[in-house]
């Protein structure tokens, strides 16, 4: 099948071809109020072609794109999950979209009741029961959470505290929230059950001790099981205990932060409460904190004031973390997630998750070689077999094969503490028939891979980019078509 050039707009276009025509009065009043050194003296290279065409083009493009509207995205760690279409109608509506951050408090009175809920519901989702809706995702729900927590210590005059400890299988943007707060970070080894390691964790605490950082369940699938007596050990310390939401999925409804020593955490809007994700946004990562570090969070906040919504900045805030009230209309959805789901809802959420990660790591353990192979929580981390690796494939080439397969590849080399790491995340959302096509895929190459199969070292073949060099793509990246080259 002929497939025409991603730049077929400039490829074809054609002099004179049109698919509208402007006036004189539309150019007027374009450019009306602009001073003339702001104006062209030559109209611009732009591509000219009839609308069909252009048509085709934007039709194909979209048809590249791969989306969990497409076929299965087991990205580990991103819990890449159906969004409900009738969110996205909900968010659509005019009485929602219509909304001006800038029009009169009193003319919002519905948007700030629905985020004066929707935080209200995420406080009992946790357990942490002050939250702000700003953070613009999961590392600006870092960042915001590190910033109060140095409010704090700097309100109790508490300024030797700048130490931070990160587990080593944390995600990669914990030690740089550490470091654009101004704390250092101390790495925390891992276990050899894969979990923090308690003795290692008890030689870094000390006078100097802010906080520790932690992701439960942590990136290699797994429940922190000691997480109650970590968060004791840290509070003795004089520290508060932050919390990755991230993977807040396997257990939503299920365990509550705060009620097992969690003092702070944020949540992935855009993983947890399914909205959209990928694409660099829109995210959103609310960040929900202990009533004693209430008076800190950013400003402004929303409080009931005799039956009318009202904004408030907290005695002693960190000021504003973004412009406006947050991205309002992914809040809309994921208020329309949680309100559907109930908290009965919202556990089986969680169970099914759960089910169906360790559904699959059963399904390909035979093939794989799993690390840490018990009971998993919302995902789990495989690797290449021996036989594998002798045979030359290495994890980038497994991957490289799923996308010829029809499916985005799992989340690879991450976490760092396995080597050639492969993380699966199913999410509840997925069917068993296509869990058990996944697996048998996988089984499928992993028997290649045994062999030495050389069409892994080739793919993806079947997609309009194949094998590219990715890190001369790294330091020389093609941004844009260059008319005329």
């Not at 700048?162 to 970070?185: E, Q, W, Y």
């Not at 840490?372 to 490289?400: Q, S």
């Amino acid at each position: 099948m002929y497939l025409p050039p991603v730049n077929l707009l400039f490829e074809d276009s054609r002099p004179g071809r049109r698919c509208f025509r402007t006036t004189g009065a539309d150019r007027t009043a374009a450019t009306a109020g602009l001073p003339s050194s702001a104006l062209r003296d030559t109209p611009p290279a732009l591509p000219e072609l009839g609308e069909l065409d252009l048509l085709r083009h934007f039709t194909r493009l979209s048809q590249k794109n791969f989306g969990i509207s497409v076929n299965f995205y087991p990205l580990g760690s991103c819990t890449m999950k159906y969004n409900p279409v009738v969110h996205e109608a909900i968010a659509a509506r005019e009485e929602w979209s219509g909304l001006h951050p800038l029009q009169d408090e009193d003319t919002a009175q519905g948007a700030l009741a629905l985020m004066h809920d929707l935080a209200r519901d995420l406080g009992e989702l946790t357990g942490l029961p002050a939250v702000t809706l700003h953070p613009a995702a999961g590392a600006h729900g870092e960042l915001t959470a590190l910033m109060v927590l140095r409010a704090w210590l700097d309100q109790r005059g508490e300024h030797q505290r700048r130490k931070i400890m990160v587990p080593d299988s944390a995600h990669g943007t914990n030690p740089a929230s550490c470091t654009l707060s101004g704390f250092s970070v101390v790495t925390v080894k891992s276990d050899d059950r894969g979990l923090c390691d308690l003795e290692d964790l008890a030689k870094h605490l000390g006078d100097d001790t802010a906080g520790l950082m932690i992701t439960n369940p942590n990136t290699l699938g797994l429940f922190e099981d000691n997480i109650v007596e970590i968060c004791k050990m840290v509070h003795d310390a004089g520290g508060k205990v932050y919390m990755d939401g991230a993977n807040f999925n396997a257990i939503m409804g299920v365990a509550r932060p705060g009620d097992f020593g969690i003092d702070m955490m944020h949540l992935n809007l855009h993983k947890t409460m399914s909205t959209p994700h990928g694409g660099g946004g829109p995210g959103s990562g609310p960040v929900c904190v202990t009533e004693e570090l209430r008076t800190f969070l950013p400003a402004p906040q929303i409080v009931e004031e005799e039956g009318l919504y009202r904004l408030q900045t907290p005695e002693h805030s960190i000021g504003r973390m973004r412009a406006f009230h947050g991205n309002f209309l992914v809040l809309v959805r994921a208020y329309c997630y949680v309100r559907r789901l109930g908290a009965k809802g919202a556990r089986r959420v969680a169970e099914n998750a759960v089910l169906n990660a360790n559904y699959l790591r059963v399904l390909v353990d035979k093939y794989w070689r799993v690390p840490y192979n018990r009971v998993c929580m919302h995902e789990f981390v495989a690797r290449p077999t021996k036989a594998m690796r002798d045979a030359g494939i290495h994890t980038l080439d497994i991957a490289k094969r799923l996308i010829d397969c029809g499916y985005h590849p799992p989340t690879v080399y991450f976490p760092l503490v396995v080597h050639e790491a492969i993380m699966a995340e199913p999410t509840e959302t997925e069917s068993k028939e296509t869990l058990d096509a996944f697996a048998e895929t996988m089984i499928m190459i992993a028997e290649e891979a045994a062999a030495g199969d050389e069409k892994l070292h080739e793919a993806p073949v079947t997609m309009p980019v194949t094998r590219v060099d990715e890190a001369r793509a790294v330091r020389d990246p093609q941004l844009c078509y260059r008319c005329g080259d």
